[in-house]
């Protein structure tokens, strides 16, 4: 049995590191629209550890009653999943549109999570067989959101050229991302509020967020800054590196000569790696040159960039107006028409047959 003062102490620890996290990442950047999403859902991290200090098994010096504010408290918390995936998304998957069946699909659930909880607290028929397979559908689809989360996390690991930000893919992967599925999936399919087993599982969830919170904490000030946006953005300066005999030098020149002069972007499928082998260079040392000298924070963006601006020249050019799109975008380096149509829209504003017209008009 755990220490009811332990417990308590854990509860108000997660809750204090939580609300600095999210208070330091707004002071950052409070513009960011991850930061507004990461506070919103340490708000709502908060509203679920209130929400643990109210149940039966707390020690009744330590208990709070939240009866008036059950709605709220539950819909909050059960948003934490989508939030979290909105939140890796907007941080890892840079200047991409959030996909609308997703938004759609978290709106939902927010909604029926609402309809359901207000049913549970009005008495109504919460024990139909209807409402039982709704709620289990919206518990499945916050794994599912989760698992989106992990997926963009992961996505483009290896074309990320953050340092910091690459270590930071891991840590949500390995904790945040880790913890979340496993507090959603073992207090909605395996825990059972009435059992004896329901008030260890709890204390130990408690105090792994408040564990998970402090070290967040920690890390950050580390950085100087109480603000987990600091370790997102933390960008070291580039260090000029002893040269050693035979060692290439690499400047924006030699590397045009070798990237841009010599089309290597078209190549399908090109990585990082591939690229640093190609320039005989170590691969850390391509990937601070990129980003340090060249401006980019992610690889693939830099390929998108010197592909579509090889795709526009080829569309304007009155030779080629009866080339099939879909042949331009082979030409460059693309695979399928799909990723070249969203990237030359980003980048142009419009599509290639919309930008091909628009020439051909000039």
């Not at 979290?84 to 998304?89: D, P, R």
């Not at 840079?94 to 996909?99: A, I, L, R, Y």
């Not at 996390?153 to 270590?167: E, H, P, S």
């Not at 591939?274 to 992610?298: S, T």
Request: include cysteine; glycine fraction near 6%; hydrophobic fraction near 50%.
């Amino acid at each position: 049995m755990f220490s009811p003062m332990l417990l308590f102490s854990a509860q108000i620890t997660a809750i204090l590191s939580v609300l600095l996290l999210a208070t330091g990442y707004l002071k950052i950047d409070a513009r960011a629209a991850s930061a507004r999403v990461f506070a919103i859902m340490a708000v709502f991290i908060v509203f679920y550890l209130f929400n643990g200090m109210t149940g039966q098994h707390i020690d009744p010096q330590f208990r709070l009653d939240l009866s008036r504010w059950q709605l709220i408290i539950q819909v909050g918390t059960s948003s934490i999943c989508g939030l979290f995936m909105i939140y890796c998304f907007l941080i890892f998957q840079e200047q991409q549109k959030f996909p609308f069946t997703l938004a759609a699909a978290f709106a939902m659930q927010v909604f029926l999570d609402f309809v359901l909880t207000y049913l549970e607290l009005s008495d109504g028929p919460s024990g139909s067989s209807t409402t039982e397979l709704l709620s289990t559908s919206m518990d499945v689809l916050q794994l599912l959101f989760v698992g989106f989360a992990i997926y963009w996390t992961l996505k483009g690991w290896r074309a990320d050229l953050v340092d910091d930000r690459r270590v930071l893919r891991w840590f949500i992967i390995g904790v945040q991302g880790t913890l979340i599925f496993s507090v959603v999936f073992v207090e909605n399919f395996l825990l059972d509020g009435a059992t004896a087993g329901y008030a260890s599982a709890q204390a130990i969830i408690v105090y792994a967020i408040a564990v998970l919170a402090l070290g967040m904490l920690l890390v950050a000030l580390h950085f100087d800054s109480v603000s987990l946006s600091y370790v997102i953005r933390k960008v070291a300066a580039l260090k000029k590196e002893p040269g050693t005999e035979g060692s290439k030098v690499l400047d924006v020149d030699s590397f045009n000569q070798g990237f841009r002069d010599n089309q290597t972007y078209r190549e399908a499928g090109l990585t990082i790696s591939m690229l640093a082998k190609k320039l005989n260079l170590p691969e850390y040392r391509l990937r601070a040159f990129i980003h340090k000298q060249l401006g980019f924070r992610n690889f693939n963006a830099m390929l998108h960039k010197y592909r579509i601006e090889d795709a526009s020249n080829a569309l304007s050019e009155t030779g080629n107006h009866n080339t099939p799109v879909l042949t331009i975008a082979l030409s460059v380096g693309y695979q399928s028409i799909t990723p070249f149509n969203n990237a030359f829209r980003e980048i142009k504003g419009v599509t290639p047959s919309e930008y091909r017209k628009r020439m051909s008009h000039s």
